[in-house]
């Protein structure tokens, strides 16, 4: 089954295409990476994607089912998670306060009003396993705020993974982290579970490279090219948008 | 310290004079007031500005109740609670798909409406006299509540239980997902959350529980009238949030004392004591826009 | 059909004051995002004024712009003083505005008592004249008249001058006035203090017929609410045909049934939020 479908997919803003009639499927348990120049239009995909945007024309599905009107929340219900560029964590909260509403947007509990959070033993210890998966059990106490750029961007894809999702969108996962922190961050994400799709925009080549099996290029929002790691680095018209 | 406070709440009314006793019980009612606010400001981060819209309509449904005859309290508090539920239901429709400023412009005209309609109708609301005369209501068990002294004991444990339901509340997921989306809307959407529905069910909690206050108001001070809908009574309730810190348990509540104590005192000073709670309010926005909750955690830091 | 032409007559120039009011309203917060609480309290000063000086100098004419001067000098005070501090925070701007509320409500209670008054109408206008075969008190003419200068007058300054054009791109998007090196804390004080002076001579305007008196203030502030959400944020023409709409109802609502009033006002108010959040005229947010 596709993962995800999209469909001539479209967007303009006032005027100006900033996603022109794209067309991809993702096979289920596929890597792969969209990468492209600035300004190609990746995380407006990534946005018409996940349901923060609303496409102009085209249609989106998820394993099989359509979603092109359907809210963002409504998507992620549907087994969607994603990352931000810019990272989008609760920062006034505590490290344990944000991972605990990660693993409580998948549990009906979450609509609970009459008893405190600590009596649900599955969204404590569950919230416990992944820091201490993590090695962060030490910081769940600290305000979001007070950790390190490297710390937020891993806490950024914990906080995806723990909707326990069948899809999986990271946008530039590694950006402006340093050398040992993008290894790291890129060891996570290889060392995912199959069964989770992952869809990655990265400027970094070299990350895109190694997670990717399949790798889509963009160019102002259009596909310039698609295909194999060999096809696309053999590919004269992506190594020109890049260095020309 | 902490102790001493708590027997000094708990014994006041044998200590200190009737004046007293009232000042008290204002503050009961008015953290009340502030904490339901703070569901929607402190937590959610929706800055409601007709908070008066809820306690008003509570209030207004008090005073037609008693002139109707019926005294139970029991029965009273859960018609204002949810009188108070439904108006913000009905509001909530309205203001809640709109952002900050918006949001704020939208509630403050709806519940200014609901002033205006509470001084025009006179046949039915009486206009600018209002319903006076309202007693005290009638909780069974043998106890009356017409002196202050047991009025007293009758509010606080109300404001106790509050306090209790509203600390749980604000602990449950619910309460946390309200913070989430205070602190990233999108975040939360990502995640799968119906931000909309969470907004809006925070807004009619807020509802019930200003619905508390002005019901328990009404029967404080015998009287209802368009006041209870006033754009003063909204802010104020902010300035409580301001100043005694929002998004904590005690906050509203010390921001309540501080506003009653000071308005008290200063009427008892000077005539002309709304120009000078005017200048104080400024004064203190333009020093203390923080909270003193958050200046008392940066000091211990 | 005479009960007609009266009402709608009365019905337009109380519009035409409460566009003075609402125009400044619903500038103030389509480019600053400030809910300006104190406006009706403009509105309220510039009466007191006016009626003291025009009991001192008996002109109506200087009695107007001394008044609103006046408010337009205590308009871009408050801006200028106090509100840029908060740049951005809108909460704690409301809340000043509301200190403001009180310290003028209470210095006008101080000075000219409790008493409603009423000032006396320009000597100029104290008659009637026929239309048909109606009589109508010539100074409400002159309110609709003013009313309507003054509403062409800032059409021209907004779409013709370049300060207008400046606010006109600030209301739509802030970001980019922001980032366009014209000095943002001069645009905001100048129009701070144009509403304040609108506002102002919607006070004197107003005066003759709607009187001044403790709580005025507040009554100017929930029907400037009330237009401004009706007719859109930001926009003079939606302030202009808003503030027709509620003034023509109110005034009609007034004369039918005179304790429902504020029910005609409401239901319009709750259908537009209910279909169009953000007013006839207003932007829409994506």
């Known amino acids: 089954m596709k993962a995800l479908d999209v469909q001539a997919l479209s967007k303009n803003f006032g005027g100006l295409w900033a996603i022109r009639d794209i067309s991809l499927e993702i096979e289920e348990g596929e890597r792969r990476a969209i990468i492209g120049p600035n300004g190609a239009g990746k995380t407006t995909l990534f946005h018409l994607i996940s349901g923060f945007l609303f496409p102009s024309s085209g249609h989106l599905s998820l394993f099989g089912r359509e979603v092109t009107n359907l809210q963002a929340y409504q998507r992620a219900a549907l087994g969607m998670a994603r990352t931000f560029q810019v990272t989008n964590l609760f920062q006034k909260l505590t490290l344990f306060e944000n991972i605990l509403l990660g693993v409580q947007a998948i549990k009906r509990a979450r609509f609970c009003f009459y008893r405190r959070v600590i009596s649900f033993r599955e969204i404590i210890y569950e919230t416990e396993r992944l820091l201490k998966e993590w090695n962060l059990w030490e910081k769940k106490d600290l305000l979001l705020k007070n950790l390190s750029y490297g710390e937020q961007r891993q806490i950024e894809v914990i906080m995806a993974l723990a909707t ?41 080549m070299d990350v895109a490279f190694e997670i990717a099996e399949k790798i889509t290029v963009l160019h102002f929002g259009s596909i310039l090219a698609e295909g194999s790691l060999e096809q696309i680095k053999g590919n004269p018209k992506v190594t020109e948008i890049y260095l020309g | 310290m902490p102790s001493l406070f708590a027997a000094l709440i708990l014994l006041l009314p044998f200590l200190f004079s009737n004046y007293y006793v009232g000042l008290v019980i204002q503050i009961f009612i008015m953290a009340i007031f502030a904490m339901s606010l703070d569901i929607l400001v402190g937590h959610t981060g929706l800055p409601s500005m007709g908070h008066a819209a809820y306690y008003g309509v509570a209030a207004y449904a008090t005073g037609f109740l008693c002139l109707a005859g019926v005294k139970n309290f029991w029965f009273v508090i859960v018609f204002g609670m949810g009188l108070g539920g439904l108006t913000a239901a009905f509001f909530g429709l309205l203001a809640i798909r709109a952002r900050g400023p918006y949001f704020m412009l939208i509630t403050l005209a709806l519940s200014q409406v609901l002033w205006g309609i509470a001084f025009k109708w006179r046949s039915i609301t009486r206009g600018d006299d209002g319903i006076p005369g309202i007693g005290r209501p009638e909780i069974g068990m043998g106890i009356d509540l017409k002196p202050d002294f047991y009025f007293y004991y009758f509010t606080f444990a109300i404001f106790l239980i509050v306090l209790v339901v509203l600390f749980i509340l604000l602990n449950s997921p619910f309460g946390h997902t309200l913070r989430g989306i205070r602190e990233s809307e999108s975040r939360m ?34 009287f209802v009238n368009p006041s209870y809908f006033g754009v003063d009574l909204s802010v104020k309730a902010l300035l409580m949030l301001i100043l005694g810190g929002s998004g904590s348990l005690f906050g509203p509540s010390i921001g309540a004392g501080i506003i009653v104590l000071l308005e008290n005192l200063v009427s008892g000073f000077t005539e002309r004591w709304s120009l000078v709670l005017g200048i104080v309010y400024v004064t203190v926005i333009m020093l203390f826009s923080e909270g003193i909750s958050s200046i008392i955690k940066r000091g211990r830091n | 059909m005479a009960f007609w032409i009266i ?18 309203f619903t500038l103030i917060f389509g480019l600053m995002k400030i809910i300006n609480i104190a406006h009706g309290s403009f509105y309220l000063l510039s009466a007191y004024i006016g009626l003291t000086v025009l009991r001192t100098t008996g002109s109506f004419l200087l009695a107007t712009i001394t008044s609103s001067i006046a408010a337009a000098v205590v308009g871009i005070a408050m801006q200028s003083l106090f509100l840029r501090r908060f740049y951005m925070k809108e909460l704690q701007q409301v809340l000043l505005t509301f200190g403001f509320v009180l310290i003028i409500a209470d210095i006008c209670l101080w000075i000219w008592g409790g008493n409603p008054q009423a000032l006396p109408k320009p000597s100029l206008f104290k008659g009637s004249i026929w239309i048909g075969n109606v009589v109508f008190p010539s100074y409400r003419l002159l309110v609709i008249l003013v009313g309507v200068i003054i509403a062409l007058g800032l059409w021209i300054f907004q779409e013709k001058t370049k300060f207008g054009a400046i606010v006109r791109a600030g209301v739509d998007d802030e970001e980019m006035l922001r980032g366009s090196g014209i000095n943002i804390q001069m645009v905001f004080a100048g129009v701070f203090g144009l509403g304040a002076l609108l506002a102002g001579i919607g006070g004197m305007m107003g005066g003759p017929f709607v009187g001044v008196f403790p709580g005025v203030d507040m009554s100017m502030l929930l029907l400037a609410l009330v237009v401004v959400i009706i007719g859109g944020v930001g926009s003079l023409k939606g302030a202009f045909v808003g503030s027709l709409f509620v003034g023509l109802i109110d005034n009609f609502g007034k004369a039918l049934f005179p304790e429902l009033s504020l029910f005609t006002l409401f239901a319009p108010m709750a259908i537009i939020l209910a279909i169009r959040p953000t007013g006839i005229f207003g932007k829409i947010e994506e």
């Open chain 3, 7 to 24: 009402q709608t007559l009365n019905g337009l120039s109380f519009s035409m004051m409460l566009f003075l009011v609402a125009a400044g």
């Open chain 1, 164 to 204: 326990k999702p069948r899809l999986l969108l990271l946008d530039e996962p590694t950006a402006g982290l340093s050398p040992a922190e993008t290894a790291l961050v890129t060891s996570i994400i290889k060392g995912l579970p199959r069964e989770i799709t992952t869809i990655l925009i990265e400027h970094d």
């Open chain 2, 189 to 222: 959407k990502a995640l799968g959350y119906n931000v909309w529905l969470y907004k809006y069910l925070g807004f009619i909690f807020a509802g019930v529980f200003a619905g508390i206050s002005g019901v328990l108001w009404v029967y404080y001070s015998g």
